[in-house]
Structures are given as structure tokens and as C-alpha cells.
């Protein structure tokens, strides 16, 4: 599985930026789909997920602000960042599971700074 994302960039605060994850396989066939960050100094952590049965998970500090969403034509993953902090910058990664071979895949970083 390849993942490829997208979108990241400078975002003024209180901005909205949307990021996308292009998956090489049928996202159907992919257990959960999500997107972690890393900021300078911190360890990764979860964003947000969707599983393959539409359940959503967000991490506290998002709720209310990002929306993770799929296109299961595209075989894209989005997550679309509203009303930005300056901490929500760091390196995003998307990341798919597929549990049942315990595979683990990562995409490259994509880089959101949020700053005036």
C-alpha cells in the first residue's frame, strides 16, 4: 500500500486547510485510515481516523474543528482543518491499517504551519 498526501502549507489562525491521502489500493479494502501529526519536540500522535465502517475517532484537541471524510472512488482520505491554532502546526502523516495481515503503512509527511 502506497499512500500519497497532500495540502499542507502556511495557514494564517482561525484559517482552514484541507489535506488528502490518495491510497494505491481500494480504500474498502483498507481496515482504518487516519492521519497523525508531529510537532517539533513531540511524539506523533493521532488526529483523526475512520475505520472501513465509517466509525470516526478524533483526538480532544480537534473535535469540533477537523472532519475526516473518504472518497471511495478517489481511494482518498481528507481531513479538512477548520479554524486552525498555532498548535495545530507540525508534520501530517497519513497512515492505513489493514489488521488482519498486521499491515502498517505511512505516507509521506505533509507540512501545516500555522502562523500570521
Known amino acids: 500500500v502506497q499512500l500519497q498526501a497532500s495540502g499542507g502549507g502556511l495557514v494564517q489562525p482561525g484559517g482552514s486547510l484541507r489535506l488528502s491521502c490518495a491510497a494505491s489500493v481500494r480504500i474498502l479494502s483498507i481496515d482504518a485510515m487516519g492521519w497523525y501529526r508531529q510537532a517539533p519536540g513531540k511524539q506523533r500522535e493521532l488526529v483523526a481516523r475512520?475505520?472501513?465502517?465509517?466509525?470516526?475517532d478524533y483526538a480532544d484537541s480537534v473535535k469540533g474543528r477537523f472532519t475526516i471524510s473518504r472518497d471511495t472512488a478517489k481511494n482518498t482520505v481528507y481531513l479538512q482543518m477548520n479554524n486552525v491554532k498555532p498548535e495545530d502546526t507540525a508534520v501530517y502523516y497519513c497512515n492505513a491499517a489493514i489488521w488482519t495481515i498486521k499491515g502498517d503503512y505511512w505516507g509521506q509527511g505533509t507540512l501545516v504551519t500555522v502562523s500570521s
Open positions: 475512520i475505520t472501513s465502517g465509517i466509525r470516526t
